[in-house]
Nanobody, 124 residues
Framework: QAPLVESGGGSVQAGGSLRLSCATSGYTGPIGCMAWFRQAPGNEREWVARISSGGQSIDYIDSVKGRFTISRDNSRAPVFTVYLQMNSVTPEDTAMYYC??????????????WGQGTQVTVSS
């Protein structure tokens, strides 16, 4: 079983909203950076949003700024949960979304943990 388990994907019409969740599973060590990636058919996997261990530092790719919000819940440690609130979605947001995390402050280039992915499909 992957150490990260995503949920919340599905189908939605353009302009709608979805909320993705991802929680650590079977791992009780520290978690630093957490992030969301996505991969559309025929495209490379791309980083979408990242959040630091305490939530103070957040970054987004330009295409989702103002529409997506990443957040995390550390209150139930050693279970760590990261969320991606997706608003005003467009068909271009259609992809398999993956959660990623690392013990360190870096989780964009080579995160140590991956989830199995959850499909998001946006219809026009």
């Amino acid at each position: 079983q992957a150490p990260l388990v995503e949920s919340g994907g599905g189908s939605v019409q353009a302009g709608g909203s979805l909320r993705l969740s991802c929680a650590t599973s079977g791992y009780t060590g520290p978690i630093g950076c957490m992030a969301w990636f996505r991969q559309a058919p025929g495209n490379e996997r791309e980083w979408v949003a990242r959040i630091s261990s305490g939530g103070q530092s957040i970054d987004y790719i330009d295409s989702v700024k103002g529409r997506f919000t990443i957040s995390r819940d550390n209150s139930r440690a050693p279970v760590f949960t990261v969320y991606l609130q997706m608003n005003s979605v467009t068909p271009e947001d259609t992809a398999m979304y993956y959660c990623a995390a690392d013990r360190t402050s870096s989780c964009i280039y080579k995160p140590g943990f991956w989830g199995q992915g959850t499909q998001v499909t946006v219809s026009s």
